[in-house]
């Protein structure tokens, strides 16, 4: 066989082997935009030591790796001390796909301080991170934590549904 056909035949082959291992077919996305979450918190909002929370969470997912909500965080030192943190959330997943894996978040919203029957305001800003774990296509565990004002941090985990 001369260099010429030899060429010619391994061309070929390469040609269809490549073409042999070619997706076909667009990567299967889940259709899930949205997603509920709720959980408990650890976290330093009291005057003295710490208080336990409550979380619960809202998002919708844009493009392939942003999403934005709300979060409410519900916390209590247990000794008169209430705080409801209403807050906007943007987050953005980095080595992750389809709204899971790694992510950063920021908050913005409303601390209030109940105390004594009386309401305080505050301004409310923080930085989140976390990890959302899939299980399955439809649940999730999300540990996260955070840091902001005027809370010094909290630490939790959240489960949710993909709807």
């Given amino acids: ?15 269809i082997a490549v073409s ?3 997706q076909t077919e667009e990567p299967v996305v889940s259709g899930k935009k949205m997603a509920i979450s709720l959980g408990p918190e650890w976290n330093m909002n009291s005057r003295e030591n710490f208080a336990a929370g409550a979380v619960l969470g809202f998002d919708y997912s844009f493009g392939s790796s942003f999403a934005a ?12 001390i209430t705080v409801i943190e209403p807050a906007a959330m943007f987050r953005w997943y980095f080595l992750g796909s389809n709204h899971n894996g790694l992510f950063a978040q920021a908050d913005a919203g409303v ?13 409310l800003g923080g930085l989140r991170g976390g990890f959302r774990l899939p299980l399955g296509s439809l649940f999730f565990i999300e540990p996260f934590g955070r840091v902001g004002y005027p809370f010094m941090f909290g630490v939790g985990v959240l489960a949710g549904v993909k709807f």
């Fill in 69 to 80: 909500g709300l979060n409410v965080t519900a916390s209590s030192n247990f000794s008169g």
């Fill in 111 to 123: 601390y209030l301080i109940i105390e004594d029957n009386e309401v305080t305001p505050m301004f």
């Fill in 1 to 15: 066989m001369n260099p010429i056909k030899k060429l010619s035949l391994t061309i070929i082959i390469l040609t």
């Fill in 20 to 22: 042999a291992f070619a």
